[in-house]
T-cell receptor, first 109, second 109 residues
Framework: RKEVEQDPGPFNVPEGATVAFNCTYS??????FFWYRQDCRKEPKLLMS?????NEDGRFTAQLNRASQYISLLIRDSKLSDSATYLC??????????WGAGTKLIIKP | SQTIHQWPATLVQPVGSPLSLECTVE??????LYWYRQAAGRGLQLLFY??????ISSEVPQNLSASRPQDRQFILSSKKLLLSDSGFYLC????????FGEGSWLTVV
């Protein structure tokens, strides 16, 4: 069975700290990966794509490690507004999407 | 640009009543379409996906059904709702990235 696993958290992190999440995936043939952010009672929204070479967008860095079959998300200088649930997804081509269950992040002042 | 809409945003329905949630996509053709359900504090559960008009695949047994009468229209239905059908329903379409509708909150009472 194809799976993507995440630590559900919650991660309670002080404002300004750096926090990192990992997702492990079981299907080595997965083609592409993404991180999504979901606010309470809202739809998930794309945060960033994940590449083997790494992808950085401001305070956010995503990385793919195909050898160990995991993807990571690093948030530097965390803000209160970063509090949300972060979902990873493996896109297997055609139509198959394998979602993690999400990691809840709470940034405390 | 591509957009996706779903409605209604919220609804409260009695047990045994019918359900119809509608989703439409703009700015693309022949999209892969999905219906997900998300229980409170839980991950995304894939209910149905469709790769073309009239092509529906069901991922889990349930009293829900889906239809795709037009290329960019995806409908989730039930003839008789159960209490366990309560949740947050999300329509999505995927090309290289996954886009979600705004979601529909269903409470079955």
């Amino acid at each position: 069975r194809k799976e993507v696993e995440q630590d559900p958290g919650p991660f309670n992190v002080p404002e300004g700290a750096t926090v990192a999440f990992n997702c492990t995936y079981s299907n080595s043939a997965s083609q592409s990966f993404f991180w999504y952010r979901q606010d309470c009672r809202k739809e998930p929204k794309l945060l960033m794509s994940v590449y083997s070479s790494g992808n950085e967008d401001g305070r956010f860095t995503a990385q793919l490690n195909r050898a160990s079959q995991y993807i990571s998300l690093l948030i530097r200088d965390s803000k209160l507004s970063d509090s949300a649930t972060y979902l990873c997804v493996a896109f297997e081509g055609n139509y198959q999407l394998i979602w993690g269950a999400g990691t809840k992040l709470i940034i405390k002042p | 640009s591509q957009t996706i809409h779903q409605w209604p945003a919220t609804l409260v329905q009695p047990v045994g009543s019918p359900l119809s949630l509608e989703c439409t996509v703009e700015g693309t053709s022949n999209p892969n379409l999905y219906w997900y359900r998300q229980a409170a504090g839980r991950g995304l559960q894939l209910l149905f996906y469709s790769v073309g008009i009239g092509q529906i695949s069901s991922e889990v047994p349930q009293n829900l059904s889906a239809s795709r009468p037009q290329d960019r229209q995806f409908i989730l239905s039930s003839k008789k709702l159960l209490l366990s059908d309560s949740g947050f329903y999300l329509c999505a379409w995927a090309d290289r990235i996954i886009y979600f509708g705004e979601g529909s909150w269903l409470t079955v009472v």
